[in-house]
């Protein structure tokens, strides 16, 4: 995997991650010291935003317009943008974000933390302990992430993990995991009311995501429901309109002679991108199926549940090779989403 690591801001318990950045550490540590020790303390600030005018001296601000700026650092000595504001917003810093959890670090120590993307988005993981689905050992952790692009909230997830083949179950933001998000507009270090309803919300979540997996590992599906939960997973979307004029182009006995080359090339390429996609698409859900076969093999008592079929595709989006931030993706971008289209069709099925 590659990695998406803002410098060496990154803090992993007992052994170094994939990418070999930032430290490890062996004793229990809180959400504060953990920001402090890997060097995310450092501060985003809300600058005002102006303009120069054409046949103006001088520039003049934008009311109510501001921009997010992280401050040089040490290892990256230049300001950052991040995104822009209006005037309600307020930056709620890396150091609030961990008091606002510290509390929690006292039942859930931080497993990893870091900071992504020259340190718009920080994380913690938290260990929330041992479980099991289906008879097979499962360790759980809540995911916190803060990402300050004026966009996007706090958000917590529970994100439970098969000890078997540590796949990283994020069922994706947008799913019922998801169970905590934190305006940029109050503020909540000291704000005892938030914490007690988060530790509440964590622990209900948890245990409701738990008990939903345990129904999925009941749920046997059939062969078809398999391949529909794949086809969810990895759909192959419809020819766009340049295809669509290539094949009919390229089909037919008309003499494309008329047509300037950069257009032919245009098509040409259409029509090979799409089929690289659909060649991509077929090749990743023979992936999971082959994955599904390993797993019912290794355990015929979970054979063709909807737990397995889910991870079954989890297993091929965390560790196939990939480009760009793999790190980010698999738990934010598009390798989350498509677990979390697998999950979603796969629990369809549950119950039925």
């Not at 809180?30 to 920001?35: C, D, T």
């Not at 992504?116 to 995911?143: K, M």
């Not at 991108?273 to 991509?280: D, L, T």
Request: hydrophobic share 40%; with cysteine.
């Amino acid at each position: 995997m590659t990695a998406n690591i803002f410098g060496e801001r990154f803090l992993g318990r007992n052994k170094p991650a994939w990418h070999n950045l930032g430290r490890v550490f062996t004793a229990p540590i809180g959400a504060l010291e953990a920001i402090e020790a890997a060097g995310m303390d450092y501060l985003v600030n809300k600058s005002e935003v102006a303009m120069r005018v054409v046949a103006a001296p001088g520039w003049e601000a934008i009311p109510g317009k501001f921009s997010l700026v992280r401050e040089p650092t040490h290892d990256d000595p230049v300001n950052r943008h991040f995104g822009f504001v209006g005037e309600p917003y307020r930056v709620v810093q890396n150091t609030e974000v961990a008091k606002a959890i510290d509390p929690l670090t006292q039942l859930w120590p931080v497993e990893t933390a870091g900071a992504l993307d020259h340190g718009r988005t920080l994380f913690l993981i938290l260990d929330a302990g041992g479980g099991s689905v289906g008879g097979e050992e499962v360790h759980q952790y809540f995911l916190v992430v803060d990402t300050k692009d004026g966009g996007t909230s706090m958000r917590l997830a529970f994100t439970p993990v098969r000890i078997v083949c540590y796949n990283t179950l994020v069922t994706g933001l947008r799913e019922a995991t998801t169970t905590a998000r934190l305006s940029h507009h109050q503020s909540v270090a000291d704000d005892l009311d938030f914490r007690v309803h988060l530790l509440n919300q964590l622990q209900q979540s948890a245990n409701v995501t738990m008990q939903e997996f345990g129904r999925m590992a009941s749920a046997v599906l059939t062969v078809d429901q398999v391949q529909h939960v794949m086809e969810a997973a990895y759909p192959i979307k419809p020819p766009g309109k340049k295809y669509s004029l290539a094949q009919e182009l390229f089909s037919s006995t008309l003499d494309t002679s008329e047509y300037a080359d950069s257009a032919m090339v245009e098509l040409t390429g259409a029509g090979d991108r799409y089929n690289a996609s659909v060649a991509r698409q077929s090749e990743l859900r023979v992936a999971a199926a082959d994955s599904l076969n390993r797993m019912n093999d290794a355990n015929p008592a979970l054979a063709n549940s909807a737990w397995y079929v889910y991870n079954a595709v989890a297993e091929v989006e965390d560790w196939r090779e990939g480009k760009g931030a793999v790190d980010r993706d698999v738990v934010f971008g598009h390798r989350a989403n498509t677990k979390a289209r697998a999950f979603g069709a796969a629990r369809a099925y549950v119950g039925k």
